[in-house]
């Protein structure tokens, strides 16, 4: 009787941990996040293409990520300079002739979406030195676009927090696949750039 | 609350005596201490614990759904984030960055006249409004209507296909069924057509008019407002022999005395004079010299309530009073043989005319022609013209001696088979017009009527045809200033909803143009007579600056016919035993166009701080003399026309006379504007639109519930408004902070701010109390209304509210307005008692609210001495499409279960150190602008960097009226005031 009460409470503590566990694992698992999850989308747009293949700039299609909180979306116009020329009859590329020519603008479907009481500005992290490929990883070799970061609150915070560990030169934005030349580099372009990182963890830097 | 209250008045006046009149109170029931007032004070949020009191749920039954509540509401953590679509353009407009708000310079008209405003668009959706800081009626400030009408944009109740006879119609349908009727017209050479507008300036409107009217000289063009100037128009015309506009320069101006007028609030060119007033009005600073107000008023007003010395006195008796001023100022004027106030009137005029050449007189517009007229002449008499008052050719394309005579010959036409074709552009006369007209009879018997209209209201349901009219917003027009500035009005956005979208296009069918364009009509009269040789760029300068250069009437040298004035006939003396009473335009939904606008519905009226309804104000003493109680339900009958409507006892209106507010008892208003007050253009007739005497007021036992919020938030008593005279003032300059009790020591450490630290300094001297300012935060910040149920629970969600405070008498008391925000404390109460932290400190000094974190304990909220904080007990915000177009994008919208509070416009501050950041900068002073701030037309608001020596608001804080509310909790409040101070006449008795 001794036996089972004991081995009952051993087993009852154990499907809690084994809930627990379980349920972490599914508010972590990137079926949630998006994490590792290519998004499909109406075209099935390659940045590995785009920026290793041909070496694109991110600021030829995104062009107010240093200037506006919204890295923007290219219009379809932006596709058309080069593909009305090369290109011009793939299949692949058909909603964006229809969209040109229809004037119906193309529908994406965000990779990174923020919750709506989060405000993120590109502008602000590009000027001081945080590379895209902080956040979105390794841009150029995803055929399909997915996320790397879980944008979850921690994870922010873990750069906000301490922006050294990230941070890098305002040239080195765009650089993919970036490496600090020493271990205090970090620390200089903090004070180089006067990040007040005391008020980065401020709730009123992100929510309002 | 006051549901069941019984006031005595008597007893409220004892009580007043033993506070020896050095005290501000707020309302009766506080004064008459009763029961109910205690219970509300004591419990914080009324009722909150008492939702459910009018269900007939059990506890079993409640028990029962707060368990599901509780499983369902775990089950909603389940859900992931919807996918979110991003579309991009196709082709990517210059100048549009997304993410980055765009500002376009237009106008805002209201009663014809044009307010510069710059509207701030967020890809392609205006979203807020702000003044024009170049154009002279604005100077970078709005009024609360200016404020408000960006939801009248996107207001899901507005008409939006054109009806016939009350069926669905389209407009080819209409088109046929013009250019038939006007077949007809073209013979007849227009006889029987009739154009009925509203005040018009507009010179492209003026100009089809006069085209229109060539084309059909037979036809005629009538204008009619339920709000005119007609009596303005009249005095000038017996003044000068003409019309003219007249034009206050209160920058030069000493010693101002009001006539019946609300020239800071409301009526062409308020915003203005309210910030020309405020700068003389103004001593922070070491000044100490102000300028001084005097107010003959016959129902409360803003005026009044902020003038050194206010005569509360009965409609018909300020002309007694103007004629006994005016003889004074040298005037020959025949004078009454008595009168009351004689040491009053001696010393306004001793003041006048020590100040000639630097006072000025202004006449209201509920005041009849003759004190119009009289005013005229003492200004000349004073010197005043040319320095504080100047002349102008009337703004209006044709002014109308009287819209009402324009009216009645109209509907005398109808009745006489005259009309058969009548075009209404904008208005809603079957509401408005004067009772004894009965305009909405007269219309039905038009064969061929027309409606152009925002809404299908009471007079498009009258009409054969309504077409949906674009709102300002939506469409491409012209208008002047009070000192005739033209601006071209742009379109922000293309109308929401289809049909013959503006006046211009509607009289350019009738002219026979085809599918004309409202863009190309406006433009091709400036072409005409801009007079410039490179049209191009006088077209993109005048819309890019929001008026056109040297636009503005010059002033005219025009002379008072002395003779006329002094030989005007007395009016009607009304005997002591008449009941008179005074009709206004309401302070928030004016003539009943703005009925349906909901922020201005919920907004709190200025001394009665009504929402939601109108009601009949009445002084104590009369309310005493009826033994009417407040929410009792009379009935007012005037020529066998009847009224009913609730009470409301107001302190300070004059005595036996009660007041009564235009705009309510729509009955085609909308959802939201329908059904509420009463109208009380039952018994308003051409000939009085004003005033009337010799009324009947019997009780009807009924009550009716009036949703006011002057007792909530009250923060009983504690010094929390402090005012001196300037002489005061002068002999000890730190009043304001005597008799302040140390603070408390405090157990937690000190924060430190060594960056920016944010602040608020409001200057009670220059507060009109207009509430430009919460309409204002509400736009900014996405904040709700919720409805006059709510409102009676003590739940409105107004971030910054005007507390009304009275101090003295009963029957006159001194009145002083005192916005309160959230103090943004250094100390705050709110924070310590928040379980999960939802309410913390930034680096800067502001008191976040963090919406994601909020459990909704609202602990914080009943640790708020200020009682600033708001919770949305139901959800408040709306999913409405339209509506959901109008909110800030850098706003969070709150949901059920949040608290919120005044952020100091959070999102703005973040914007201004972004761009200092990538600029490598500081902030500089006055880059950060709240929404309150840049609305206020007095400035009496500034905010800034208390840490930065050099700031407007560092010097404020250091100046020695600043004080601090409720200092002594140890708070430290951020957001501080400037004492008020005032400037009564020194000869004695005159403390009016």
Known sequence: ?208 | MSNNTQLDIRQIRATLQSKQGSEYWRCLEELAETEEFREFLHREFPREASVWDDSSMGRRQFLMLMGASLALAGLNACTKQPDEKIIPFVRSPEFVTPGVPLSFATAMVQGGFATGILVTSHMGRPTKIEGNPDHPASLGATDAFTQASILSLYDPDRSQVPLNRGLIGTRDKFLQALSQALQAKKASGGAGLRILTETVTSPTLGDQLARLLRQFPRARWHQYEPVSMDYAREGARIAFGRIVTTRYHLDKADVVLSLDSDFLTHGPGAVRYARDFAQKRKVAGGKQTMNRLYSIESSPTNVGAIADHRLSVRPHDVEALTRRIARGAGVLVETPQSGNHDTWLAALVQDLRTHQGSSVVIPGLYQPPAVHALAHAINERLGNVGKTVSYSEPVEIQPEQSQAESLRKLVSDIRDGQVDMLVILGGNPVYDAPADLDFGGALASVAFSVHLGLYADETAAECTWHLPQAHSLETWSDARAYDGTATILQPLITPLYAGVSSDHELLELMLGTAEPKSYDIVREFWRRHSGSRDFETFWRTSLNSGLVAGSTFPSRNVRVRMQEVQSLPPGRAVPGDELSLAFRPDPTVWDGRYANNGWLQELPKPLTTLTWDNAILVSPATAGRFDLQNESVVEIAYNGRKIAGPVWITPGHPDQTVTVHLGYGRTKAGRIGSKRGFNVHAIRTSDAPWSIAGIGLAKTGAKSRLAVTQHHHLMEGRNLVRSASLAEYVANPVFAKEHQPSAQPSLYPEHEYDGYAWGMSIDLSACTGCNACVVACQAENNIPIVGKDQVLAGREMHWIRIDRYYKGSLDDPEVVFQPVTCMHCENAPCEVVCPVAATVHDSEGLNVMVYNRCIGTRYCSNNCPYKVRRFNFLQYSTDEPTLAMQKNPEVTVRSRGVMEKCSYCVQRISAARIEAKKEGREIRDGEVVTACQAACPSQAIVFGNINDPDSRIAKLKADPLDYGLLTELNTKPRTSYLARVTNPHQEPGTSA
């Open chain 1, 1 to 208: 009787m001794k036996v089972v009460s004991r081995a009952s409470i051993v087993a009852f503590l154990l499907v809690l941990a084994l809930l627990v566990w379980v349920g972490s694992s599914i508010y972590r698992a990137g079926y949630t996040t998006g994490v590792g999850v290519p998004r499909e989308q109406p075209i099935p747009f390659s940045h590995e293409h785009h920026v290793s293949g041909l070496g694109i700039s991110c600021e030829y299609c995104h062009v107010s990520v240093t200037e506006a909180s919204f890295a923007g979306i290219p219009p379809t116009y932006t596709c058309m300079t080069c593909h009305s020329q090369i290109w011009n009859t793939s299949p692949m590329l058909a909603a964006v002739r229809t969209s040109a020519a229809t004037g119906k603008p193309l529908t994406w479907i965000r990779v990174h979406d923020l919750p709506d009481f989060t405000y993120f500005n590109h502008s602000i992290h590009v000027n001081k030195g945080i590379g895209c490929e902080t956040c979105h990883g390794p841009v150029d070799k995803m055929p399909l676009t997915w996320r790397v970061n879980t944008l979850f609150m921690s994870w922010c915070l873990e750069c906000h927090r301490a922006p050294e560990k990230f941070i890098r030169p305002r040239e080195e934005v765009f650089t993919m696949d970036w490496k600090p030349s020493g271990a205090e580099e970090g620390k200089d372009l903090v004070k180089k750039y006067g990040i007040a990182v005391k008020q980065l963890s401020d709730c009123s830097i992100c929510h309002r």
